[in-house]
């Protein structure tokens, strides 16, 4: 069976693990989010990709769920001693490595797909990983600084400024002059199963989503649609996923997320104000048991839905909601 997954950093990689477990035999195509890429002292940072790779190598911090496990700062205490900044970017020395080699790659004229294959090679991941594009993207939100309206690189107002601020706008920028990167549609087109983990629906799903392409090719696949809400309750299970999604009209809750992303065969996903209309995505989607009774509101979209745990407490309970999704893909199916 192959299965591809539309994936941000932890939600994503977390998922990601949980159904290597539940289908071992399957090939698994990762689509990785590259607009929370960052150029941080000369070098090509890309958070997300990293995530997917040392969650599913064994080299992740398990408790901060990024970063390099037995990590030491001696760099960042050097270029901070230099004055160098910026301070609020966690980069590790063996992280450093990683960045080191990938923007050497780089700018020996590798496109990142290449670059992220052959960084893959040391980890292992048991995945397929390709960037979602090998051209530049890069999320900005706009928000209010002393009186007046900034765009800042997402990092910038994820990490510094902790999401403190409304964000006004989400803008990946650079998207929409995008090309898939190698692979990408053509490993959505021959899928048998399409699923978007529980990663922020804005600025990890959302940004693979605004390459030219590949909605369309999510949109479109012969392949059933299935995913994951990231939002538990009221809030997301993590992170501050709640204030990106109020910058695009999009309420905090499960049944919210699934009507953004819309019924496949539907025109216009709700909450979307700004830009053509877009094409719906999803055959099914389930919510956590706290959400059961939103099942009927995202059934009345047109999209299946089931309600089941979806906490990734850990290895055994993330790869039970991968099974729930492998098999409400099934029965969407027919
Ligand atoms: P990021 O790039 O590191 O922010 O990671 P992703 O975009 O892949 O995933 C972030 C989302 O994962 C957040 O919106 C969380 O709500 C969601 N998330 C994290 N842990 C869990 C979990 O145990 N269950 C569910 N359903 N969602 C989770
Ligand atoms: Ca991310």
């Known amino acids: 069976m192959r299965i591809v997954v539309l994936a941000g950093g932890i939600g994503g990689a977390r998922f990601l693990r949980g159904l290597k477990k539940a289908a071992p035999e399957a090939e698994i195509t990762v689509i990785g989010n590259t607009a929370d890429d960052i150029h941080l002292f000369g070098l090509k940072v890309c ?3 990293d995530t997917v790779m040392y969650t599913l190598g064994g080299g992740i911090n398990e408790e901060q769920g990024w970063g390099r496990s037995e990590e030491t700062f001696r760099v960042k205490e050097e270029l901070a001693a230099y004055g160098v900044g910026p301070d609020w970017f966690g980069l590790g020395d063996r992280d450093f490595a990683t960045h080191i080699v990938r923007t050497q790659m780089l700018g020996a004229g590798f ?13 292992q991941p048991g995945v397929r990983l390709i960037p979602m594009t090998d051209d530049r993207v890069e999320t900005h939100v706009a928000v209010e600084l002393d009186g007046e309206r900034r765009a800042v690189h997402f990092q910038e107002y994820w990490v ?7 964000a006004l706008a989400v803008v990946p920028v ?15 087109a021959e899928a048998d199963v399409v699923l978007l983990p529980p990663s922020n629906p804005v600025v990890s799903v959302g940004t693979i989503l605004a390459v030219p392409g590949i909605r369309e090719a ?3 696949a012969a392949a059933p649609v299935v995913g994951l809400s990231p939002i538990v309750g009221d809030a997301p299970v993590r992170g501050m996923a709640d ?7 999009v309420e905090s809750s499960a049944a ?5 992303y819309g019924h496949r065969g539907a025109a216009a996903p709700q909450g979307d104000t700004e830009g053509p209309e877009k094409a719906g995505l999803l055959d ?10 939103l099942v009927e509101r995202v059934e009345s979209a047109g999209i299946r839905c089931r309600a089941v745990p979806l906490l990734m407490s850990d290895l055994d309970a993330t790869a039970r909601m991968a099974t729930e999704a492998l098999a409400l893909a099934e029965e969407v199916r027919g």
Not at 160 to 166: F, G, H
Not at 284 to 293: K, M, S
């Open 47 to 49: 958070p997300d990709l």
């Open 111 to 123: 496109p990142l797909s290449a670059v992220t294959e052959a960084l893959c090679d040391r980890w």
């Open 160 to 166: 510094r400024l902790r999401a403190s601020k409304p």
């Open 174 to 188: 650079g998207a929409e002059q995008a090309k898939p990167a190698p692979g990408v549609l053509e490993a959505l």
């Open 218 to 220: 999510v949109a479109g």
């Open 243 to 249: 204030k990106v999604l109020a910058a695009v009209g």
């Open 256 to 260: 919210a997320v699934a009507e953004h």
């Open 284 to 293: 099914g989607w389930l919510v956590d048991t706290v959400d059961a009774g």
